[in-house]
């Protein structure tokens, strides 16, 4: 993507602000011409001093000029900082919930520290583009378009050098721009680095007290700074060299046009005014150069951050549902898996030919080893993966043909890591139903065991309960999970390993809440604890992501397979021994 199109596409996003940054541009417009008149009257203003005329009304002029240049600039600059801010916040906004709706496979893929630290990055870039734009871009643009034929009509020669000194700044510019482009962009990726590492560590600090590598990940953040430093470095040097090269160019100029002017007015072709007024011009186009140089080198710094996020906006059309996909309202709960293939690129991992149905009100307990496939399975039926062939079904509707979110508003999850958020206990709950009253959501608690934890705190449902929940214990997390999934009533329930951080006594009240919670409703049970699923009416053994066994808990303990000799594993079947003669 060129400079000009990163730039123009930046812009685009200030058209919800139509009228209001119209309106600001305008008046830097006229600023920007008010701002070319000023040295013709400076100069003006000489001639009439030293021709000895009355120069008064050209005084008055000018102060008046000045004023309302000052006054405006502060206005204007005032309204283009409110629309930049504004505007950034607009953008934050709606871009962090087009990245959480983003499918979970995307999220996995991209990583989530590399998401934020792209909106971050690209918020702070895009907000500097926007106020340039308002106060200086278009501004600069048109004095530089008025200055060159204003200062024609007053001499070619002096003119000449002013153009001279354009190009020179243009090739300054470009050079510098040819010479950095690579750094530039290693610049950014080794920043992507530094962010990753520093979010990886600090969402993973209790283990790295654990096991002290406090020291070891500092370490490694300094040399991720350093190898940044060592790309950037190159990249300001050369921009250091293009402004003194700039400098250079622009104080020869001011110095060949006072000594061209010098003689001009000795030999009388020239009034002194008029060489005050293109010293004038000369300031303007330096200043205007500076700022045309600032722009070329703010655009080429934000190329490779706002390519990214251009990169991850465009991705949302990843998550858009497919043309004509309906709604799944009414749902009994009928799940039928037809055939279901899916694999991970790069590994043996997914599920293959899987086929089984469950009927509504029914409960189906998945098995089998780590890495089977059975968080695959169940992360299929709630769409996080598209099955590679086959289909699944949901009262006959193929789940591929209607929308993510009425699917998942049939489908209550217990995951096996609580996924907490950082809110009280109540908000936690209430993200079952967020139209629930507090008295549902206390009713949701008592059904899940948690009140007398709940109530234990000073402040009880207002608890807030830490990053990921890590003010509360394992079981206490799981607790409020179960509440939130209670809290929603789906006609689906998924247990991803429920009970699996309570201890005995708190498992066997938590299994009360949760069978009468699988009441008429369709229940499908990961399990690792056999013991959790002696009542599912179907058990489906996966292993290497196929089919080995099926059945319910009786049969396939007397089949005496696969399943059955994890029963012995788990110390649940104890073979009978025959009494000796």
């Avoid at 283009?80 to 916040?89: K, N, S, T, Y």
């Avoid at 979110?405 to 609580?418: E, G, M, N, P, Y």
């Avoid at 409020?480 to 390993?497: G, M, S």
């Amino acid at each position: 993507m060129s400079l000009i199109q990163v730039y123009f596409k930046a812009l685009k996003y200030l058209a919800t602000y139509r009228l209001r940054v119209s309106f600001v541009v305008l008046a830097n417009v006229v600023l920007a011409a008010i701002t070319i008149i000023e040295p013709i009257l400076f100069g003006r203003i000489i001639d009439a001093i030293s021709e000895k005329r009355d120069a008064s009304s050209i005084l008055i002029a000018w102060g008046c000029f000045g004023i309302f240049n000052t006054v405006a600039y502060v206005l204007v600059a005032r309204q283009a900082d409110r629309l930049a801010h504004g505007r950034r916040a607009d953008l934050l906004t709606e871009s962090f919930g087009k990245i959480i709706s983003m499918p979970l496979r995307w999220h996995q893929q991209r990583g989530t520290s590399n998401a934020l630290h792209t909106l971050l990055r690209a918020g702070e870039t895009l907000f500097g583009l926007w106020l340039e734009f308002m106060r200086t871009h278009l501004a600069t643009a048109v004095a530089l378009t008025l200055l060159i034929p204003t200062a024609f009509s007053m001499d070619v020669r002096l003119t000449s050098v002013l153009i001279v000194l354009a190009i020179l700044y243009i090739i300054i510019g470009k050079t510098v721009m040819n010479r950095t482009k690579e750094g530039q962009a290693s610049v950014e990726s080794h920043y992507h680095t530094v962010f990753s590492h520093v979010s990886d560590s600090i969402s993973n600090v209790s283990v790295l007290h654990s096991y002290n590598r406090i020291e070891a990940e500092t370490r490694a953040l300094k040399e991720y700074t350093t190898k940044l430093l060592a790309a950037q470095y190159p990249v300001l040097d050369w921009w250091a060299i293009a402004g003194a090269l700039n400098r250079i160019a622009s104080t020869l100029s001011m110095l060949i046009i006072l000594v061209i002017g010098t003689m001009f007015v000795q030999n009388g072709q020239l009034k002194v005014g008029d060489v005050i007024a293109f010293t004038g011009f000369a300031g303007l186009l330096i200043a205007r150069l500076d700022q045309m140089i600032a722009f070329a080198n703010q655009i080429f710094e934000a190329r490779s951050k706002l390519e990214d996020f251009y990169q991850l906006e465009d991705a949302v059309q990843d998550r858009e549902e497919s043309v004509g996909a309906t709604e799944l309202n009414n749902v009994k709960g009928d799940v039928e898996f037809r055939d279901v293939s899916f694999d991970f690129a790069s590994t043996t991992q997914g599920v293959r030919d899987v086929s089984f149905r469950v009927q509504a009100g029914q409960t189906v307990a998945i098995v089998g080893p780590t890495g089977a496939g059975k968080t695959t399975l169940i992360n299929l039926l709630q769409r996080v993966h598209q099955p590679q062939s086959g289909q699944i079904l949901i009262d006959g509707h193929d789940i591929a043909k209607i929308t993510r979110k009425s699917l998942r508003h049939a489908i209550a999850t217990v995951f096996q890591d609580a996924g907490l958020l950082n809110r009280s206990i109540k908000e936690n709950i209430r993200l079952g139903r967020e139209d629930a009253s507090e008295e549902d959501i206390i009713k949701a608690a008592e059904a899940a065991a948690a009140t007398d934890f709940i109530e234990s705190r000073m402040i009880g449902y207002d608890t807030v309960v830490g990053e990921r929940g890590n003010r509360l214990s394992g079981g206490e997390r799981q607790r409020i999970a179960i509440a939130r999934a209670i809290l929603k009533n789906a006609p689906i329930l998924v247990l991803d390993e429920a009970t699996s951080a309570l201890d005995v006594e708190t498992e066997a009240r938590v299994k009360q809440a949760i069978d009468r919670l699988r009441k008429h409703r369709t229940t499908f049970i990961i399990a690792h604890r056999l013991s959790t699923i002696r009542e599912a009416d179907l058990v489906v053994f996966l292993d290497h992501g196929t089919i080995i066994e099926m059945g319910n808990y009786d049969q396939l303990s007397a089949l005496g397979g696969r399943f059955t000799s994890l029963l012995r594993t788990s110390g649940l079947l104890i073979e009978e021994t025959s009494p000796s003669i």
